[in-house]
């Protein structure tokens, strides 16, 4: 465990260039509007800067023992009096692309806020696949809510939050019983769930590129079929919100509507906003400092509604 950012983490330049040419070579066929790669660019600096400059970060901490290289987290702590509320983001990238480290604009945006705000890492495609990512979400879930309190977080007001892969991921671990029964808290005791464009099922139709990239992580067409949380609906989680952009072409609208109502059907207390003018990724750059917009605006008013104003 390290109280600084890691060599590999604040050298991010080389990293946010390789990202930006990432998102131009699948801009085509993944439909990332050209208006948001600068965005996308500006967003990745200003998490750069944030890891660089915050001087209350523990990095590298590990959630299990012996863990491999992705099996840790990320904690910022604030440096209020008392416990913080606790916001915990899981990251997306097709359970391949991306690290907790490219997300450092919303750890910005979360700290500054008052929260104590954990990014969390988990194994990846091709090294791992299913059930690996959705089993390190549930020990690092395990490991936060026993020892947040060591870094100022309060247990008692813990709200995830997830974007494409990470909402399923969250999703899967809360609702299906080969996951929630590894949890060693009981699960209503989070405080609330806020869900990004989530892939909770794969019979969309998204192109092929992205659909082999899925059926790939999942290893094979067993775990294909049953790593979808449209299997698993349940009333008794935690308040949820669902947003989704009316423009994703990836986790697309009737995918969340669907889930929405699964859900809701099932005696979920839950939520559903479909966001104007936004896409699969427009959805979570909303979030960063000088980009607010309307995700941000309703994970706040959420996150206020449950943490007592």
């Known amino acids: ?46 998490g750069e800067r944030f ?59 979360f700290t500054k806020r008052g929260f104590v705000t954990v990014l ?18 549930a020990w690092a879930l395990n490991w936060i809510m026993q020892h947040i309190d060591e870094y100022g977080g309060d247990p008692d ?12 991921l969250i999703a899967l671990t809360l609702t299906d019983d080969t996951f929630r029964n590894k949890l060693t808290f009981d699960p209503m005791k989070l ?29 094979s067409q067993e775990n294909f079929t049953k790593a979808q949380p449209i299997f698993y609906t349940r009333g008794d989680l935690p308040p949820i ?6 423009d994703d ?3 697309v609208p009737s995918m969340n509507i669907e889930y929405y109502e699964a859900l809701k059907e099932a005696g979920a207390d839950i939520s559903l906003k479909v966001l104007p003018n936004n896409d699969h990724y427009a959805i979570v750059l909303a979030m960063v400092e000088g980009y607010e917009g309307l995700s941000l605006d309703y994970t706040l008013d959420f996150i206020r509604e449950r943490n007592g104003g």
């Open 241 to 246: 919100l669902m947003m989704v952009g009316e």
């Open 51 to 109: 890891y660089q400059e915050y001087p209350l970060i523990e990095a590298d901490v590990p959630y299990v023992e012996n863990p491999e290289p992705l099996q840790v987290m990320d904690i910022f702590k604030t440096d209020s009096e008392g416990l913080a509320p606790v916001v915990v983001f899981v990251h997306g990238g097709t359970w391949q692309w991306t690290r907790r480290n490219d997300y450092g604009a919303l750890a910005e945006t």
């Open 157 to 168: 007001r813990v709200f995830l939050l997830g974007h494409s892969a990470g909402s399923h």
């Open 120 to 137: 969390v890492d988990y194994r990846v495609y091709p090294e791992d696949t299913y059930p690996a990512f959705v089993d390190d979400t």
């Open 191 to 219: 405080k609330g769930l806020v869900l990004l464009s989530g892939p909770y099922h794969f019979n969309i139709r998204v192109g092929r590129g992205i659909e082999d990239a899925v059926r790939g992580a999942m290893g």
């Open 1 to 46: 465990m390290s109280n600084r950012a890691p060599e590999r983490v604040i050298n991010r330049v080389v990293l946010a260039w390789a990202v930006l040419l990432l998102v131009l070579s699948a801009a085509a066929s993944c439909g990332v509007p050209t208006l948001d790669i600068p965005v996308i660019y500006d967003a990745g600096k200003i």
């Open 249 to 251: 072409r990836l986790a």
